[in-house]
């Protein structure tokens, strides 16, 4: 009888798979932009600064297969937070995105 073995194999790549499976939803979020420290570093309150950065998905919403949270736009920001009476140049926003950018492990 040659089944056993078989049935072993079966088994044993089906757990594989499960493990496989569990470890990759169980990966973290990507690290996001410290909206504290990006507001201390523009010298702007953070409530301002919130409504100007790129909104991301809500904790349990999958984004499609394949996309990635829009980046920070600097031009983009100061042109925000000019509307709001900030005045800041992109040259100082994006200053202040690499200096609050999330630290990779």
């Not at 990966?27 to 909104?55: D, W, Y």
């Not at 920070?72 to 040259?91: N, Q």
């Amino acid at each position: 009888m040659q089944s056993g073995p078989k049935y072993i194999a079966i088994l044993f790549l089906g757990g594989l798979s499960l493990l496989a499976g569990a470890s990759v939803a169980q990966q973290p979020r990507p690290p996001q932009i410290e909206a504290t420290r990006l507001a201390e570093a523009l010298g702007v309150p953070e409530s301002a600064l919130a409504s100007c950065l790129p909104q991301r998905p809500e904790p349990g919403q999958r984004p499609q297969r394949g996309d990635r949270p829009a980046r920070p736009d600097a031009a983009e920001i100061a042109r925000c937070l000019g509307t709001e009476g900030h005045r800041l140049t992109a040259a100082e926003v994006d200053q202040a995105l690499a200096a609050a950018a999330p630290r990779r492990p």
